[in-house]
């Protein structure tokens, strides 16, 4: 069984980037058992866990969007800041700088504007993605990030997810899954995963982006999960890359602006210092959205 190394050492670094980068010495708080713990800021500091780079313009950006942050969001391995400290330096009054993130996940096609961050497709429904990119040709790209997570949610068996799957996601499983995830048991077994890729729209090239570090064991172990869980004419819609792999392609792109590149060394230097980028990847092919 993999072990949680990947996590412990991360979070222990962020300590570490907490006191001697940020200058914050106080610990924050863990809101599920009010306890402290040294990688989360107070939440009065919060504002710290965006980038120094773009921290001003993301702060006066957010203010006048309908987005809301994640309970812990001040918790410095916070996926949600990862994610807005990843994509925010790219957003731009044309969508020319989200090519760089396409060429790099293998996806051709043309961006369009109107890229998102916590897109909600289907407000009955519910479920948010971390980041949306829309395409010139109609198709969406869906992100899912996570960071020291340790694994997918997965949802219990009671009655108000029961009906919520025979009311809402039954009807849209055969053909998108296989068998075996069409049941309800190994549906909200794998909850995040499914309803993510349950979004997907054939006809339009939908593509759903898993996207965590390789170093991260555990998330790893559910990569056969969401490699297997659909029928083959959805298997080129569902992408698995590694956020290693992926920062070390945009930090080659010679079409990166400075501001850009500040970003992105800022970027590793918090979250992947000194990382090994991971030499055993999913081999995956080209999509077209």
Not at 56 to 69: A, G, K, N, S, Y
Not at 73 to 89: D, E, I, R, T
Request: with cysteine; proline share 4%; charged share 25%.
């Amino acid at each position: 069984m993999a072990r949680d190394h990947f996590q412990k050492e991360r979070k222990a670094f962020l300590a570490g980037y907490k006191r001697n980068v940020l200058g914050v010495i106080e610990d924050g708080i863990w809101r599920n058992n009010k306890q402290t713990y040294p990688h989360i800021l107070p939440v009065a500091q919060q504002q710290l866990n965006i980038l120094s780079t773009i921290r001003e313009e993301f702060w006066d950006w957010f203010r006048v969007h309908d987005i809301t942050l994640h309970t812990d969001f001040h918790h410095l391995n916070s996926s949600q800041a990862l994610c807005f400290n990843l994509f925010f330096p790219l957003l731009a009054d044309n969508a020319r700088p989200f090519k760089k993130v396409l060429d790099a996940l293998r996806i051709s096609g043309e961006p369009a504007l109107g890229a998102t961050f916590e897109f909600q497709p289907d407000r009955a429904e519910g479920t948010c993605f971390d980041f949306m990119l829309p395409m010139a040709s109609g198709a969406r790209i869906y992100f899912e990030l996570k960071y020291t997570e340790s694994k997918f949610g997965k949802a219990p068996a009671d009655s108000d997810h029961i009906d919520k799957f025979q009311r809402v996601y039954q009807r849209r499983l055969s053909g998108r899954f296989e068998e075996s995830f069409c049941c309800q048991d190994r549906f909200l077994a794998n909850y995040q995963i499914v309803r993510n890729i349950w979004h997907l729209d054939l006809e339009s090239a939908d593509i759903a982006v898993f996207l965590f570090p390789g170093a991260n064991r555990l998330l790893r172990q559910d990569e056969a999960i969401i490699q297997n869980c659909v029928t083959e004419a959805f298997q080129s819609r569902v992408q698995i890359y590694y956020l290693e792999n992926f920062l070390a392609l945009l930090q080659r792109d010679n079409r990166c602006t400075n501001r850009e590149i500040a970003a992105l060394t800022e970027f590793e230097a918090k979250y992947f210092p000194n990382a090994q980028v991971p030499t055993i990847d999913i081999e995956n092919t080209e999509a077209s959205a």
